[in-house]
RNA sequence: GGGGGCGUAGCUCAAUUUGGUUAGAGCGCCGGCCUGUCACGCCGGAGGUUGCGGGUUCGAGUCCCGUCGCUCCCGCCA
């Protein structure tokens, strides 16, 4: 008989019945009743009833029956009797009847239950990882994640001609971007080196070097604030790249990836590939956003030309002086008491909206405070437009194009949460493409790069010498899911000329771009064949996947939001020696100097 | 760097709105009883500088100021 188990504590059934099994696991639970004693045992995988008569010579044998400490029991397999099976465990049919135990290790008090996986601070969580990873919830989510990353490396690799790379981890601090984490040269003093904040320059070297197809679950390092959904440090993205590829290509792969993964792990539904194509300055009009929740069913409209000569001054104001108004047609709320329409407007004041109007639409006609400003042909218009009737109603934004957007796109996001569209059980891809190649910096009133300098400009170079900067679309994209930004990709732009051509349109000469990007550069003078990609987020998939808002929820040893690790105590202070070697000197707390 | 919320027993929370007796409950812990439970049950017990410092008051967990910590958000995240 194995040392210490014959079954883990999710194995054993009838058919087991009358067999000899030797189970090691954690105490989950005890139920002692002074003579006969019940202890839950479980492991990874289960849990199974052990019993303990009294007449057993351990029954009394450890002091404490405490929860978490780790037994083996060894006995006879037997069936309960009707009357005691236990429909909601998998063993509930069977218990084992305890012959041997052996203590393989003991417990100490517990900070907190594992048994019951319910709310506590989670700094303690963190400082007790290896408790909170043994419950259930958290448990299953690492498990989940592991699965994941499996399917991910069957279908990419296996099935889609995919080949798997490691790039480095110490790498070349890039010039934009991220914060950097860096790490210090003991053999050329005064340098550093950077941990990757993508492998991106990396994986288009990959391309370069005349590989195919490039996968990896690639580590990501920045050092940046966190957030919910944002790790203080490290991420990991699903990182791929192609060569000879169209953007219609990379759709095709990544498409592919996810109808084939989700499906495997969740009976919701999964929007039909190919997933919706949605051109950047369509979402922003649309859903004030390029991150759309499509399982909201409400598309915002520009209505501005309704507005300039009207007699309502707060919109006609607007308009003349070059904003927009933007109307959100929704449908069955206007018999909704006052309240919830005052809600809505504290909402938008308190996002920097100056308000929020709005129309109602009844059998007698049309209810508002502002109704009496419009004419009857612009309220039959309006009506017309989104194909309103009765019980229906429209709210309005009126500010300059950016803010109304994106206020008309908060206020979309908000109504659906309010009318509960938002938890419904799918999931709603969608691709935001056709991103412009550069933006207006409004402080400076320079053009920048809008996404990703390494981006292809569609239409190539006669694009960027014929067209206004600001009109240039490039070979860049998103793909969405449910309002949440999975992945950002682009088609690379690998010609010399077109790349320093874009760098010089955003005011980067080229002896500047030589020195930051030489290698880069060198690469692309010796036969770069045309490639992109794309990097979804692995913790966002996982997090959609388990229904959880917090990354850490899906991090077997995250970093706390003060970037600490609580169990083994990173950061932390090094020896002298050790900053000697390196040429580092500190600067005491308070005396920082320069700047 | 900025804003909101929260700090009460080992854990989750109540008492704070309107300052007023000895700061309570569930779980956990300790002791006792209990032979069919599965969140076992029953009896008893220990456990508190109400984050910390100061102030107002006859009196502060409660009000005010400061500070520290946690949390969510903004900035930041090509």
Redesign the pocket.
Known sequence: MHRYRTHNCAELRKTNVGEEARLSGWVH?V??????I?V?LRDSHGIT?V?V??EREFHGGIE?W??ESVLCFTGMVVA?SPE???P??AT?EI?LDAREMELLNDCQ?????VA?D???????RLRYRFLDLRREGLHQRILLRSRVIRSIRRILGDDLGFTEFQTPILTNS?P????DFLVPSRLHPGKFYALP??P?LFKQLLMISGFDRYFQIAPCF?D??A????SPGEFYQVDLEMAYATQEDVFAVVEQLFSRLFPEFTDKAVSPAPFRRIPYREAMLKYGTDKPDLRIPIEIQDVSDLFGDSDFNAFRQVVRGGGVVRAIPVRGIADRPRSFFDQLIEFTRERGGKGLAYLLWSEGGVKSPIAKFFSQETLEELRRRSDLGAGDAMFFVADQENRAARLAGEVRHHLGDLLGMRDGDRFEFCWIVDYPLFELNEETGKID?S???FSLPQGGMEALTELNPLEVLGWQYDLVCNGVEFSSGAIRNHRPDIMLKAFAIAGYGEAVVEEKFGGLLRAFRFGAPPHGGIAPGLERIVMLLAGCR?IREVTAFPL???AQDLLLGAPSQVEERQLRELRLKLVPPGKRTGG
């Open positions: 639970r139920r002692d009743h002074g003579g006969i019940f839950d009833q019993v008569h009294p404490h405490r929860v309960r005691t099976v236990n909601r465990l509930g218990e008090v517990l900070p907190f239950s019951q319910d709310d506590c601070d989670e700094n303690l890039s934009e971007g991220a914060r904040q993508a991106q920045r940046e604030d957030r919910a959904d944002r790069f996404h990703n300098p917090n706390n939001q003060n």
